[in-house]
Structures are given as structure tokens and as C-alpha cells.
């Protein structure tokens, strides 16, 4: 069956402008990750959906980041006033419901913030 | 705080040879253990992962990764390397108790085998 989907899988933009990065998780899965992973090193927690409510936003690395799901599926990550250093691959994954569930990455997201 | 560490950004080995890649955590109770891999041009795909029961996990393509409570380690090992399995990996925790709602990967390590 279809993974986990990323769009755009590549994104040029420029210093302060706004960003937003979709996920298409597993069919079924109800919980959804984002991660963020900078050139050269590991992949950064940022929030966790389970359903459509994200119980712990404190990962996110400031108030310009954002994150929604609706209808228990799609989720959209929204970088604000892009900044150079939030240049990344940004990560989704999606895994069934319990927390001990294997988790499913999709192919990434590659931000460049000239 | 809740960390993972892997300390070797790199591993060398020759195919054939056994290897292991090092994983410590520092999470409160019995986290969850996980391990990926991620391959050039490719996404992270699952390798095992350690929820309860037997301390040894045996996972794909022939890893296993051994659980530790006392140590709190869960370090990757293969009995004989192949080049193919040259890769960057990472080792993954989950709290069980009340910080379940984040999930903590180590800086990961690359694993080179040599022919």
C-alpha cells in the first residue's frame, strides 16, 4: 500500500517568507509526527498528533512554527518568517495509535531559506 | 534530561567482521527502544525495536540489539557485516510514563563496511 507522502519534496524560498509543508500519512494511522533533521545531524522532535490534537507542542523550536491535522489525516507544518537557519529536511512520519508502534517516515521535505 | 547518545559519529568495519553501533539513553522508567536506518537518497525505515519481554531483539536484514536496564544501553550489532549495510543509523527512545508525548533520536552513526 502507500507510505507516508511529502510535499512539496523540495522548497526554495526567501529569508521572511512563509512556508507550509503538507504530510499524507498512512491510511489509518492515527498518530503523526514531525521531525526535523539539519544537514549533518540528527533528526529533531518537533510535535506529535495523535487524532487531531497535539498534546505537547513545547518541541517546536519557537512561535513561528506551526502545526494543524484535520480530519484525523492530512497534517500541514507552517514555518513563519522563514529564517536561513530553519533550512532543513523537515521529516513526517505516522505509526497506528499506541506508543509503542513502529513509525513510518516519509521521503522529506528539503527547505532551503536563501 | 531525557537524551540519547550515540557516541561514535562513524564505524569502521570489514565485511565479514562482526559489528555493533552504541546507543545509551538517559529516560525516566523503561523507555521503548528503537533503531532505524537510513540509507543514501533514502528515507529512515525501521530496524527494531525493544517493548518488553526477552532483552535481545532480533530485527531485519539480520540485526539484533540487546537491552541493558542496568547500563541503560541498547547498542545495534550484526554477527558478520556486509558492505551493503553501510548507512547512517539511529537509536530512538520513548518515554512510557508521562512524557510519551516526545520521541528522542540519538546524533546518529554511520556505519562504513569495507570490502
Known amino acids: 500500500g502507500a507510505g507516508v507522502s511529502q510535499s512539496p519534496s523540495n522548497k526554495v524560498t526567501e529569508k521572511g517568507k512563509d512556508v507550509e509543508l503538507r504530510c499524507d500519512p498512512i491510511s489509518g494511522h492515527t498518530a503523526l509526527y514531525w521531525y526535523r533533521q539539519s544537514l549533518g545531524q540528527g533528526l529533531e522532535f518537533l510535535i506529535y498528533?495523535?487524532?487531531?490534537?497535539?498534546?505537547?507542542k513545547s518541541g517546536l523550536p519557537s512561535d513561528r512554527f506551526s502545526a494543524e491535522r484535520t480530519g484525523g489525516s492530512v497534517s500541514t507544518l507552517t514555518i513563519q518568517r522563514t529564517q536561513q537557519e530553519d533550512s532543513a529536511v523537515y521529516l513526517c512520519?505516522?505509526?497506528?495509535?499506541?506508543?509503542?508502534?513502529?513509525?513510518?517516515f516519509g521521503p522529506g521535505t528539503r527547505l532551503l531559506v536563501l | 534530561a531525557q537524551s540519547v547518545a550515540q557516541p561514535e559519529d562513524q564505524v569502521n568495519v570489514a565485511e565479514g567482521n562482526p559489528l555493533t553501533v552504541k546507543c545509551t539513553y538517559s529516560?525516566?522508567?523503561?523507555?521503548?527502544l528503537f533503531w532505524y536506518v537510513q540509507y543514501p537518497n533514502r528515507g529512515l525505515q525501521f530496524l527494531l525495536k525493544y517493548i518488553t519481554g526477552d532483552n535481545l531483539v532480533k530485527g531485519s536484514y539480520g540485526f539484533e540489539a540487546e537491552f541493558n536496564k542496568s547500563q541503560t544501553s541498547f547498542h545495534l550489532k550484526k554477527p558478520s557485516a556486509l558492505v551493503s549495510d553501510s548507512a547512517l543509523y539511529f537509536c530512538a527512545v520513548r518515554d512510557r510514563g508521562d512524557n510519551f508525548n516526545k520521541f528522542y533520536f540519538g546524533s546518529g552513526t554511520k556505519l562504513n563496511v569495507k570490502p
Open positions: 512520519a505516522s505509526s497506528l495509535g499506541q506508543i509503542q508502534e513502529t513509525q513510518y
Open positions: 529516560v525516566s522508567g523503561n523507555p521503548y
Open positions: 498528533f495523535q487524532g487531531n490534537s497535539a498534546p505537547d
